[in-house]
């Protein structure tokens, strides 16, 4: 095994250590008092640096923090910030997350240590989710998408005084959006101030980024404003030694093999909690129950293990036990996306497993597929992950892939997001907020020309943006003002007009949840039968609508989402989201009625948004392969829509997954013609493209 040192110097009071894990943290109110949450915060690395922050903020109009998972900028920073004045006279500070689920940890974070209820002086934003009072709320977090959104009402921003960008490092496309209106925002209000904040070192290139150009620079230096310089302050960390060990062999299965080391490790090592990086929500939960099974049927020495699931879309409650210590005795083995590599951190991990990949989001402009795809993840997210183990006390971390992998073929940093996404969203919301010239925007990091050149044919088709590349009026605009993926804003703008907006609002709610089934092993048949009760012939939109028909009827009762397998958490979360799109929908002028149980309408407004994504049944297919219109691709009908094995000859989809084949997700019946009819400009248009080709 190699020895590495992923975080700074070697601090070796253990002790301080012990007393830090077992100090207060969750639910700590009830048992410590504040003192001992105070004593926390003092202790984290970032304290030292409290005076030194709030100077350069002061004097700086962009200062950039760099520092170790773990070392307090997000919890800090912001309190800091209050603490200094910079809250006062109606003005607040914003600290964005790309993930939701970390807006939600790290704001009730914030409130415990501020000892004050969640949503009054601290708050949160999330989509679909607010969680501030006005007037009250002073430190808020919130997603940069949201931050994004807010400025399609307020393009400059002015109600802050501070916006921090937090987890900078993940280059989320979010971000670099923000970054990029943060940037112009700043030349119009000098007095805003900006904390760019993350993880690993890339403090150079985003200092570049938000260096201004020499004749502004003189011009505000005349003027005393702050300096326009970007500071940089590098927070140094507490990290103890992790131990690095490398499979001998590259592994099979990852998820198997997580759950073997796992159980190793609770045999042989001493106490301190597992940490295992998974790629999302499926293999997770494999890896769950395989662990709960072995448990359970090994016995005594498996007794010990606490195991929790970790990953974005998880119930409430589910996700305070993650951050809630683990009794005496026993160890807590948290499986999670990579959520936990630098968003969240969690006390007492002592032991790493590290799978070596994550799910990432690919597109290919040629086809226009984007996709989430389990994919390598590189050496400085592995780094990442191994100094989650050192936080405590020193730590190991077991790779579940060999040294010779890792040194010679694993990527040395991932590619910035914006250049692996779809562009159709970033481009609605720049055109929304009045910058026409997309390609020559001032990027971090500049999208392809390609991906900006499908995203502006697409929304051409879908009639979004006129035949100047600008927004059309209503549509358009209207499909900005939704905080969905276009393609399902459309689809609910269609809807208006056709006379369906109850059932699609139903539909686009479930489709913004992640799964509304309960599955896992042992329970499939069970659940494939209950499916089977609500299933349409017409596909996976229509089941949705008659899965919330029977919930509705119900009294919305949790006894029939268990008769039914239905999850009854994402059903309260899709009446939560109904509830929101209704209200937006007023707002712009839609129409809310039902059509009763025309299902053709439904399926024109489906349709109507989701054209670019019909597919053909290959005609000598015996394995059920389709093709897409768009671009012949290879898809397959995935087992958990009511359409695997039914094999209708023309579908759209609502999404692909990609394991080892690509996967559509959430599949309608259609009839060609339809195509014709809605997008005539759209078919015509690829057919000429396969004449070039
Ligand atoms: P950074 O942003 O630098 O990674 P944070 O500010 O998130 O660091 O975390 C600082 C400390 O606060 C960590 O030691 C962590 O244990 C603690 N902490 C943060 N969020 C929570 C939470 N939701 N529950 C318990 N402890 C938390
Ligand atoms: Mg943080």
């Known amino acids: 095994p190699g020895t590495e040192r992923p975080q700074g110097r070697v601090v070796d009071d253990e002790e301080g250590g012990l007393l830090f894990l077992f100090g207060s943290h969750h639910s700590s109110s009830a048992r410590h008092g504040y003192a001992s949450i105070e004593k926390q915060r003092q202790r984290l690395p970032v304290s030292k640096y409290r005076t030194a922050i709030l100077y350069l903020v002061e004097t700086h109009a962009t200062t950039i923090i760099v520092g170790e998972t773990g070392s307090g900028k997000t919890t800090q920073i912001p309190q800091y910030l209050k603490e200094a004045g910079w809250a006062t006279g109606g003005r607040l500070i914003a600290c964005t997350q790309p993930r939701r689920l970390a807006v939600q940890a790290v704001a009730s974070r914030v409130a415990e240590e501020m000892g004050v209820k969640l949503g009054e002086e601290v708050g949160y934003t999330i989509r679909f989710e607010d969680v501030t009072k006005p007037d009250v709320t002073v430190l808020k977090f919130l997603t940069d998408g949201v931050l994004l959104r807010e400025m399609m009402d307020d393009p400059l921003l002015t109600k802050y005084s501070v916006i921090m960008v937090d987890e900078a490092h993940e280059r989320s496309i979010s971000t670099d959006i923000l970054l990029g209106l943060l940037k112009k925002i700043q030349r119009r209000r000098p007095e805003l101030r900006l904390i760019i904040s993350s993880a690993t070192i890339e403090a150079k290139s985003m200092s570049d980024f938000f260096r201004m150009r020499k004749k502004r620079r003189e011009i505000e230096n005349k003027d005393h404003g702050p300096q326009v310089e970007p500071a940089i302050l590098s927070v140094e960390g507490r990290g103890f030694n992790v131990q690095i060990n490398y499979a001998e062999e590259p592994v099979q299965d990852y998820v198997q093999a997580a759950v073997s080391t796992t159980l190793l490790i609770h045999e042989r090592e001493p106490a301190g909690d597992v940490l295992v990086f998974l790629t999302g929500q499926d293999d997770i939960d494999a890896a769950v129950q395989l662990l709960t099974d072995q448990v359970q049927t090994t016995g005594k020495h498996s007794s010990g293990l606490i195991v929790l699931p970790l990953y974005s879309g998880l119930p409430r409650a589910d996700q305070e036990l993650v951050f809630s210590q683990a009794p005496r005795g026993k160890r807590k083995v948290v499986i999670s996306t990579n959520i936990a590599e630098t968003s969240l951190t969690l006390e007492g991990i002592v032991y790493v497993v590290d799978s070596g990949f994550s799910k990432q989001r690919f597109y290919n402009p040629i086809s226009d597929i984007e996709n989430l795809v389990v994919a390598p993840i590189s050496r400085a997210s592995a780094r990442q992950r191994a100094g989650r183990a050192g936080r405590v006390r020193p730590g190991k971390c077991y790779r579940l892939y060999t040294e010779e992998y890792f040194l010679n073929h694993m990527p040395n940093a991932g590619i ?44 051409y088709s879908l009639g979004i943006l006129d035949d100047d590349a600008k927004l059309t009026s209503p549509t358009g605009f209207q499909v900005a003002e939704i905080p969905l993926d276009p393609m399902v804003s459309k689809m609910i703008i269609a809807s208006s007009q056709l006379g369906c907006s109850e059932e699609i609002i139903t539909i686009a709610a479930v489709l913004s949840v992640q799964s509304i089934w309960i599955s896992g092993r042992g329970i499939q048949k069970e659940s494939d039968e209950a499916k089977l009760r609500f299933a349409a012939a017409e596909g996976d939109h229509v089941t949705f609508l008659n899965v919330y028909k029977g919930f509705h009827q119900s009294g919305k009762s949790s006894q029939w989402c268990h008769k039914n397998y239905v999850n009854y958490h994402a059903m309260r979360k899709v009446l939560e989201v109904r509830e929101q799109l209704k209200r937006i929908a007023k707002r712009i002028g839609l129409v809310l009625k039902s059509c009763e149980s025309d299902m053709q309408l439904v399926r024109k407004a489906v349709i109507a948004g989701f054209f670019a994504n019909a597919c053909h049944l290959e005609a000598y297919s015996h394995d059920g392969m389709y093709k897409t219109l768009r671009g012949s691709q290879e898809v397959y009908i995935h087992p958990s829509s009511v359409l695997f094995r039914v094999n209708p000859k023309w579908v759209i989809y609502h999404s692909l997954v990609s394991t080892d084949r690509q996967y559509m997700r959430n599949v309608l019946t259609i009839d060609p013609s339809c195509l014709l009819d809605v997008a005539p400009h759209f078919y015509k248009l690829q057919q000429s493209n396969h004449l070039l080709f």
């Open 416 to 459: 910035p997001e914006i250049q692996r996404s779809n562009m159709v969203s970033c481009v609605i919301q720049l055109k929304a907020l009045g910058i026409d010239n997309i390609l020559g925007f001032d990027w971090p990091a500049s999208p392809s020309a390609e991906a900006m050149i499908r995203a502006l044919e697409v929304l």
